[in-house]
């Protein structure tokens, strides 16, 4: 499962990240959920995690906690999510 996510700052800055495989396993070990949860819905500071975890994967320098990065959020928009399991082969 990969997510386009859009985070809006409070200072009004914005950010595109994209998760990836690493960014979701981190989401599972610490939400103790599997990918597939995702299909029925996660929360908001699921989404702020995983766009948390993004950023910093992406080379972003981020707060040190994800409770500071929260603070520092005015809204995480999902532009666009890929399910590896509605790709089908050709």
């Known amino acids: ?9 409070t200072d ?3 950010n595109e990240v994209v998760t990836n495989l690493s960014t ?5 070990r610490k939400y103790k959920r599997k990918a597939s ?4 819905g996660i929360g908001v500071e699921d989404l702020a995690f995983l ?3 993004a950023t910093r994967a992406s080379g972003i320098t981020v707060p ?3 409770d500071q ?5 005015e809204s995480i928009d999902v532009l666009e999510t890929q399910d590896p399991k ?3 082969a050709q």
């Open 51 to 53: 766009c948390y975890e």
């Open 37 to 40: 949860d995702m299909a029925s």
């Open 24 to 28: 979701v396993v981190a989401w599972e």
């Open 12 to 14: 009004g800055t914005t």
């Open 1 to 9: 499962m990969q997510l386009r996510l859009k985070a809006t700052f």
């Open 69 to 73: 990065f929260i603070t520092s959020l």
């Open 64 to 66: 040190g906690t994800l």
């Open 86 to 88: 509605a790709v089908t």
